[in-house]
């Protein structure tokens, strides 16, 4: 019990310390996450709080951090523009359809828990998780550069440009050389505290988070508790018109927030040696994002960055997430008035920093090693999500790799041929039988030249779908019309069962057999479930 309590006390202590690191560098990147949105800084701040807190409370993935994310605000800011614009000049309604659209991301979320699709995040390849990565940091590495432009939307020349640059880039360097001298320091942090106090005691002329948001006419930063945003019932209609318009957002966004936060799951599996509940992990992020979106909140997902900060740094169970939401409160309730002196060039560089870390660059290593088709896949993911969103992106990437599965294992259908002494033709047949191989199937047999008596043996294929079962279907029949007689060896007992219910004669087609399989079809999903069971066995 003694050495018990006393690893219990030390994972505690690990927890505790990495909790604080990871607060520290939540603050720089919720903050920039919500200039990429489009909306306050404690719009962001407020959300990493919030979702970061619940999700390490209910989640299915203990040491796992949640909070305001880049994948969702590109997303954000057409929904926040498209929103101002609907309302009159002098009123601001982005933010409001903002809210409405979290609240019903979240609701969809918890839907996916509800009916445990969580489980289908395992359907993605790796080229569309390397195309899915990259994509996002493109997207995140154009939405910064708008950063560069006045109040006017030119671009920055002479001096204002050369200043702006030469902040980013001591920003990079700051958090690339650091932890190259110590790992204790969150870099991210340091970097906007330097920069920062350059700013202030050089008294340069750059815009700061503050003149940001009072040109964009708002009031500055007024940190506080989250309040329950009431304008959302008066300021959003509630009708079809208003579900038409945030319906789309708010599927993409679940969508995103699912698939970042289920693949953030999976490699923390990896890395931990563990097993999350992806399931639940749904439920958490759909309840965090309905609360978030009331009180205030930009909504977000499980973050790869800093949950890989959290369990680098010894964080294993919950108390590192809630110790990280807790303390980040604090920095909103004390701190929000010095988040306002930070120079927007501090927070384009973490961003610039954030890209870096985020694009695989193996990638371009791995391309003329890889399958050609994965190649396109990965391609076609990265140009998809900056072209449109991430979500359509990694739909469009299962998609091509299921299609170009399919036509690989299309191509594997085989037939050996063999005549028995008796005259009966034998045709053995190799690889599986779907409906993309029904083709190659069928271009086998040779009805017409073939003998009286023809054997089938199914021994080496499977049969994967009812497509397989009418190819089979319109094969007999084909023989039978041409007066020839016909056998089917070694299908499995679904099989069977559909032919015997399709036709009576395929009793006396089908040879029994003690050695026939016992795989299931893919289309009864009890009877493949029990069907794996027996596999495994």
């Known amino acids: 019990m003694t050495e018990f309590i ?3 006390a030390a994972n505690a202590k690990n927890d505790i310390l990495s909790g604080i690191t990871v607060a520290l560098a939540l603050v720089p990147e919720a903050v920039a996450f919500a200039f990429v949105a489009g909306v306050d800084p404690l719009v962001g701040l407020y959300a990493a709080f919030m979702i970061g807190l619940i999700t390490s409370i209910f989640g299915g993935r203990p040491g796992m951090i949640s909070g305001a994310t880049g994948a969702l605000a590109v997303v954000m800011v057409s929904l926040v523009a498209e929103g101002n614009a609907m309302g009159e000049a002098s009123e601001q309604l982005g933010l409001y359809y903002l809210f409405a659209t979290v609240i019903l991301m979240g609701v969809i979320q918890m839907l996916a828990g509800v009916l445990k699709l969580g489980k289908f995040v395992r359907l993605i390849p ?7 990565v990259n994509g996002l940091a493109i997207v995140i590495f154009l939405s910064q550069l708008g950063m560069f432009k006045d109040v006017n939307g030119d671009w920055f020349s002479g001096n204002s440009l050369w200043v702006m640059v030469s902040l980013v880039a001591l920003t990079m360097g700051i958090m690339f050389g650091l932890p190259k001298l110590t790992k204790k320091l ?8 330097v920069v920062s106090a350059i700013v202030i005691f050089g008294n340069l002329d750059v815009a700061t988070v503050g003149s940001f948001i009072t040109d964009g006419g708002g009031e500055g930063l007024k940190g506080g508790l989250p309040q329950f945003q009431t304008d959302i019932f008066s300021k959003v209609p509630f009708n079809l018109q208003t579900l038409w318009f945030i319906g789309p957002y708010a599927l993409i966004l679940a969508a995103i927030g699912l698939i970042e936060s289920l693949m953030t799951l999976n490699l923390i599996d990896e890395l931990t040696e563990t097993r999350g509940n992806a399931n639940r992990e749904c439920m958490a992020q759909g309840g965090a994002n309905i609360v978030t979106g009331f009180f205030g909140g930009m909504g977000g997902c499980a973050m790869i960055g800093q949950s890989l900060i959290n369990i680098k740094s010894g964080g294993r169970t919950r108390l590192s997430g809630i110790v990280a939401a807790v303390l980040l409160l604090m920095f909103i309730l004390f701190a929000s008035s010095y988040i306002e002196q930070i120079p927007i060039a501090a927070l384009v560089g973490v961003m610039f920093m954030v890209v870096i870390g985020t694009f695989a660059w193996s990638s371009f290593r791995i391309l003329n090693k890889i399958p050609f088709s994965d190649v396109i ?10 072209i449109f969103d991430l979500a359509i992106a990694v739909i469009a990437g299962v998609i091509i790799s299921a299609l170009v599965f399919s036509w690989e294992n299309a191509k594997r259908i085989r037939a050996r ?5 008796d005259g009966t033709k034998i045709y053995e047949i190799w690889g599986p039988l779907f409906f993309g191989s029904i083709i190659a199937f069928n ?3 040779d009805v017409k030249n073939d003998p009286e008596k023809v054997e089938v043996d199914f021994v080496e294929s499977r049969i994967s779908d009812h497509s397989a079962i009418e190819a089979i279907f319109s094969l007999v029949n084909k023989y039978e019309a041409a007066g020839k007689q016909i056998k089917l060896k070694h299908l499995s007992e679904d099989c069977k069962i559909l032919l015997y219910k399709s036709s009576p004669k395929f009793r006396e087609v089908i040879v029994e057999d003690i050695d026939d399989p016992r795989y299931h079809l893919a289309e009864n999903p009890e009877a493949f479930t029990k069907g794996l069971s027996e596999y495994k066995l």
């Open 6 to 8: 006393r690893k219990r």
């Open 126 to 132: 790796h080229p569309v998780m390397m195309g899915f």
């Open 186 to 193: 969150p870099e991210a942090l340091v970097a906007i505290l």
């Open 377 to 386: 896949v990965l391609v076609a993911v990265s140009s998809l999500t900056v």
């Open 417 to 421: 041929k063999r005549m028995r002494d």
């Open 443 to 445: 271009e086998k047999f």
